[in-house]
C-alpha cells in the first residue's frame, strides 16, 4: 500500500468514526430526554398533591 492508498484508508475510517459518533451522541440524548419529561410529569403530580 502506498502512500496516497493509506491516506484514502486512514480518511475514510476518520469519516465512519465521526459518522457513528454522531449516531451514538443522538442515542445517548434519548435517555436524557426521556428522563427530563418523566422528571417533569413527576413534579406536575407531585404539586398537585399539595
Known sequence: ???AE???LLR???REQ???IRRLKEENEFPE???A???AG???SAK???
Open 18 to 20: 465521526e459518522k457513528e
Open 1 to 3: 500500500m502506498n502512500l
Open 37 to 39: 419529561f418523566f422528571a
Open 6 to 8: 493509506e491516506l484514502a
Open 33 to 35: 430526554e426521556a428522563s
Open 42 to 44: 413527576r413534579r406536575k
Open 48 to 50: 398537585g398533591r399539595e
Open 12 to 14: 475514510r475510517q476518520v
